[in-house]
C-alpha cells in the first residue's frame, strides 16, 4: 500500500469508541490499555490506524474519514509530528467547507488538547502522527 493510500474506514478494524491517548512516542501511541505502532486517526466514534507518517502525507485521502464525519464534528487536531507544518490552502478551504476548525501543531500538544476537549464531551477528531 502507497503511502497516502486511503488504509482507514468505517469496515477498518478500529477501537469503536473514542479514548484518551495515555502516551505517545516511539513510534506509536498508548490508548485503552493498548499500544499502537503508527499514526492514529481519532474521531468520536472511534480511533483508527492512520497511513500518514510525515506532515507530507497528510491530504484528503488521509483525512477521508473526518470529511465523512463533518456533521458529527466540530473541530480538528493536526499533530504533524515534533516540527509544526501548516496545511496546505487547498486542505484548509476543504475544511472550512465542511465546516471544521482544523488546527495544527506539534503530536505532543495535539495529544494534549485532544484529550481536554475529548473530556469536555466536545466533538474533536485528531490525526497524530507517531513520533519517536
Not at 4 to 19: M, N, S
Not at 25 to 50: E, K, Q, T, V, Y
Request: aromatic share 6%.
Amino acid at each position: 500500500m502507497a503511502v497516502g493510500e486511503p488504509r482507514v474506514g468505517a469496515e477498518q478494524p478500529h477501537l469503536p469508541y473514542p479514548a484518551p491517548i495515555e502516551a505517545y512516542g516511539n513510534g506509536g501511541f498508548r490508548f485503552a490499555g493498548m499500544s499502537h505502532r503508527g499514526s492514529l486517526l481519532c474521531l468520536p466514534n472511534g480511533i483508527w490506524a492512520s497511513a500518514a507518517m510525515a506532515p507530507a502525507d497528510i491530504n484528503e485521502q488521509t483525512l477521508s474519514l473526518i470529511f465523512s464525519n463533518a456533521p458529527a464534528l466540530d473541530h480538528c487536531l493536526i499533530g504533524t509530528g515534533t516540527a509544526i507544518v501548516p496545511l496546505g490552502d487547498p486542505l484548509r478551504t476543504k475544511f472550512r467547507e465542511a465546516r471544521i476548525g482544523v488546527e495544527t501543531m506539534s503530536t505532543g500538544a495535539a495529544v494534549r488538547t485532544y484529550n481536554i476537549l475529548l473530556g469536555e464531551g466536545r466533538r474533536v477528531a485528531a490525526l497524530l502522527i507517531a513520533v519517536d
